[in-house]
Nanobody
Framework: HVQLVESGGGSVQAGGSLRLSCTAS????????MGWFRQAQGKVREGVAAIDSDGTASYADSVKGRFTIWKDNAKNTLYLEMNSLKPEDTAMYYC??????????????????????WGQGTQVTVS
């Protein structure tokens, strides 16, 4: 049974930083395509970053240079380091995973239906 549990959200002032974690069970993060999505109130869930099983990452233009996605295979955990946060980054953040071979299929712009497994979300508020 695959389970994803996010943590690390919170409230921060503009310009601040947060690190989100997504701990996986039931599979190994090293073998899956994983992504971070966010959904602001009243808006569609959007992809923020993705990383494939080989460690190749991609980012939405809105977060490029500010956010970093990476995996700690030993801890079976996915991370999203968020720096220089802006009020427009305020949203519920979700991690997602799907068993896809490394390559161009695993990019941040994949729609939500591309992913098989989702976490419950963690709220990020930037003021």
């Amino acid at each position: 049974h695959v389970q994803l549990v996010e943590s690390g959200g919170g409230s921060v002032q503009a310009g601040g930083s947060l690190r989100l974690s997504c701990t996986a069970s039931g599979y190994t993060v090293s073998s899956y395509c994983m992504g971070w999505f966010r959904q602001a109130q009243g808006k569609v869930r959007e992809g923020v970053a993705a990383i494939d099983s080989d460690g190749t990452a991609s980012y939405a233009d809105s977060v490029k240079g500010r956010f970093t996605i990476w995996k700690d295979n030993a801890k079976n955990t996915l991370y999203l380091e968020m720096n220089s946060l802006k009020p427009e980054d305020t949203a519920m953040y979700y991690c997602a995973a799907t068993p896809v071979a490394p390559g161009p299929a695993c990019v941040f712009s994949r729609p939500t239906r591309f992913y098989n497994h989702w976490g419950q979300g963690t709220q990020v508020t930037v003021s």
